[in-house]
Every structure is written in C-alpha cells, then in structure tokens.
Nanobody, 123 residues
Framework: QVQLVESGGGLVQAGGSLRLSCAASGVILRINGVGWYRQTPGKARELVAKITSSGTTTLADFVKGRFTISRDNAKKTGYLQMNNLKPEDTGVYYC?????????????????WGQGTQVTVSS
C-alpha cells in the first residue's frame, strides 16, 4: 500500500556532496515525520537527521553544519543534502517516514523504511 523509494547515493570524494531523496507512493493522506538513518561498518543503525510535520529539524552532532534535511509535502518526498562528506560518512542510508494512508480497509498509519542507498566517500 505504501512504498518508499530512495535514490541519490553513490561514490564521492571527501569534501564532495550528495543529495538523497526518499519518495513515498500510495494513497497517502498525510506524511508525518521523516527521518534519515545510517548504518556504517561495524556500528548499529543511527539517526542522522529528522524533520517533523511542522518542519522542525534535528541533526545528529556528527553532521551538524554539513547535512540538511528537508521535505516537499506536495511531492511526498524527503531529502538529505550532504555536504563536505567525510570517509566516516560511508554507509547505507535509510529513510523512515510516518504515513497516514488510505487502504482497502480504510485509513491507517505506520512507519515505513526505504530500501537503503549506499554512500561511499573516498579519501
């Protein structure tokens, strides 16, 4: 009923930039919070940034000043702009979106995960 499709990952040199996108599809009535998480080698999945339905943002200390989170409600898409990337930012990035949707059984809500996109930063 609801799917998230991520895009924008890739290979970049240290100091470079990438922009990740997370597009939601389905009969979506409202998108609540949008979050970006990452799993780096040898570490548990961690929160990178999140944005509420009202636009309030939270950034992890390790990305403050470098990453920006945003959303386009009309496009049902969340973004993570990553600047001044470092080798330690290498990992798989996942979006998580809270959604209110219209399904075959009526309205429902839930949190959904994207498929993950690989970000590799070379030194």
């Amino acid at each position: 009923q609801v799917q998230l499709v991520e895009s924008g990952g890739g290979l970049v040199q240290a100091g470079g930039s990438l922009r990740l996108s997370c597009a939601a599809s389905g009969v979506i009535l409202r998108i609540n919070g949008v979050g970006w998480y990452r799993q780096t080698p040898g570490k548990a999945r961690e929160l990178v940034a999140k944005i509420t339905s009202s636009g309030t943002t939270t950034l992890a200390d390790f990305v403050k000043g470098r990453f920006t989170i945003s959303r386009d409600n009309a496009k049902k898409t969340g973004y993570l702009q990553m600047n001044n990337l470092k080798p330690e930012d290498t990992g798989v990035y996942y979006c998580n979106v809270g959604v209110v949707y219209l399904g075959t059984a009526g309205t429902g809500q839930g949190d959904y995960w994207g498929q993950g996109t690989q970000v590799t930063v070379s030194s």
